[in-house]
């Protein structure tokens, strides 16, 4: 099952950017839409013309809120 099923371009960009922000976005891909005067706007039109950069977003999602979520997820007893 894929993971980032049902999860949009959009979505994935504001939850990055509450919990990381644009700065270290910026540093773990960097362009310069998270890099100079970033916005959602701005992020979405061009990782949407650039695969390279939406599969890294996507990996850095996958990587940090997906496992955080995961691990704090209320234990089942």
């Not at 270290?24 to 998270?34: D, I, K, R, S, T």
Request: glycine letters at 4%.
């Amino acid at each position: 099952m894929d993971p980032l099923h049902g999860i949009t371009l959009e979505r994935m960009l504001n939850e990055l950017v509450e919990e990381i922000g644009w700065e270290h976005m910026g540093y773990l891909v960097p362009v310069n839409c998270f890099r100079n005067d970033p916005s959602i706007k701005s992020s979405l039109k061009f990782l949407r013309r650039t695969p390279w950069a939406r599969k890294k977003v996507e990996a850095m999602y996958l990587e940090r809120i997906v496992q955080f979520k995961q691990q704090n997820r209320p234990k089942e007893e």
